[in-house]
């Protein structure tokens, strides 16, 4: 076969292919004209999984003249020279979209430039464009795709069932929602409205609009070239998936593995395994610091540095998070019972203190019993106006929750839990200002470890030193700890050399404690602290409370289980009839 320079049709066929590989893309495309014109309000219709598609908007419209340029191949108003590619402030710039379209699908636009005020439409029959005639449409543009990969039979062989491309549009117009909340968007799948997102006023407003959650939290914040705004779920709410993670690079929903990581990191110890949060974050920096022109589908971009991109959304989103501003203030506004409430608690509390308990240092040192030289423990100052400072303990129940009362709600604290946080808490502060209280042994501690262990754990024997644990040989198969932490419990000390030596190696010997230390304090911790049917007194429950003030995320355990959970006395009251 001679060859051939392929003919615009084949051409434009082919490209096809690349941007408009499946209908959502086309959607996305489509979305994206009406945007870069300044559109308010779209309206997005589709059908049989996106084979018939309708995107109708009110932005600034084309010239009559222009239309047929609209159609070729290359043709675009949003670029002029290369060099306008490290600049773009619009969504297209390849000129690429609409020739691709018209080439595989019954197209037809109409559209009133805004100025020229004239009504006109063009069609294209799978690649064949038609003379431009007069329409009516009153305002902005409006594109209707039909019989989409009708001449492309291969294509449509491949395509997705119509349910996973529904699907799919529904993800794009939530991501394009998300992307640019004063714009209204509308969308329509066979027939029936799916979502109607009028304009709002914030991020915040739309993400819980689009999320269908009622409290989202916000933050925003500026970080060398880079600003961030995220709105994001407490750890109480949480998903099955990362699928509610959305990233957003210069208002273009992208995916990117490196700030998805950044997000769950600062979770980090909120969730538990295999739970996720609901996260949009919107990441902008000056256009010449990032190249959107890596993938075809524009999904994938590039920073110059990334490394400063994943600390501005992973700064903001940890301080955001440490703020724990789901942790619900109390209401001034009294309820209707609160008077006989008040009259309850206040019996419970004086009985209490008839008890008189005076041990106000009590740390939580103190929940460890052994004979050992012991260094004086910090005592625990109670810092006046934190949130637990001043919760009124109503007693213990099944020696498991501690339950009290602050405003207008009635709380229950899961004592293992909040004991076994704030012990991660100090562990993990101790280890950020590299002092830990340590108590020294009068005899080592000895743990029996097989030989091999015994081994691995020597070798990191001066990391090890660094957690505030000293370490010898006492034999071929017996460790013995000559120091540890104050706060931790003896017993911890067992299941944590099996742990790290069984990681060591599993590691062949490498071993980088400083990626360990959560881990490790949450093990230490968890062995440490008061368990489930231990019995406390008044003036324990009070100590283990106010320790939690000094802890910003101390809601959740270091597994990301919640430390407490709480009910107003509103939905008493209902339970009791006593309101509806
Ligand atoms: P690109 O968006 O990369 O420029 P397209 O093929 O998507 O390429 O669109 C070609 C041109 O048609 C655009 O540059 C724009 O001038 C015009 N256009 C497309 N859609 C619209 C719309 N909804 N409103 C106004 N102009 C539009
Ligand atoms: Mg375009």
Known sequence: MSIQVLSAEVINQIAAGE????????????IENSIDAGATELVIETAHGGRF????????????????????RHATSKIQVSNDLWNLNTFGFRGEALASIAAVSKFSLQSVQRTEKKASQIQAQFGKVSAVLPSSRSSGTEIKIEDLFENVPARLKFMKSESAESQQIKQIVKAAALAHPQI??????????QYFFKSAGSLQERAQIVLEKTSLYFTAASRGNFSVEIAFSSPHEVV?????????????????????????DAYRSLLMHGEYPLVVVKLKCDPSEIDVNIHPTKSQVKYQDSASAFRCVHGALRAALEQAPWITKPTTTESVSST???????????????LSFQDHSLGMTHFKQKDFSMKPAEVVRTKTGGYWADVQILGQANLTYIICQKGDRLIYVDQHAAH??????????????KKFEVQDYLFPFVIDLSADKVEALLTIQESILELGIKIERLGPISLGITSAPSLIKDSALPPLFEKMAADIIDHGGSYAIEKKVGDIFATMACHSVVRAGQSLSHAQMHELLISMDRFALSSFCPHGRPVSVD?????????????N
Do not use: C
């Not at 941007?19 to 489509?30: D, I, M, Q």
């Not at 209204?184 to 409205?193: H, N, P, R, V």
């Open 19 to 30: 941007v408009v590989e499946r209908p959502a893309h086309l959607v996305k495309e489509l």
């Open 53 to 72: 598609v309708r995107v109708a908007d009110n932005g600034v419209g084309i010239y009559r003249d222009e239309l047929p340029k609209a159609l070729e």
């Open 184 to 193: 209204e968007f509308k969308l329509i799948q066979d027939g029936t409205l």
């Open 240 to 264: 099955k998936t990362s699928k509610q993670i959305w990233i957003f690079a210069q208002n273009r929903f992208v995916q990117d593995r490196a700030l998805q990581a950044a997000v769950l």
């Open 340 to 354: 006989y409430m008040e009259g309850v608690t206040a019996a419970v509390a004086n009985y209490s203190r008839n």
């Open 420 to 433: 076994e946080r704030v012990a991660f808490e100090s562990l993990m502060e101790s280890w950020n200002k």
């Open 567 to 579: 009910t107003t006395f509103m939905e008493l009251e209902k339970l009791f009839g006593r309101i």
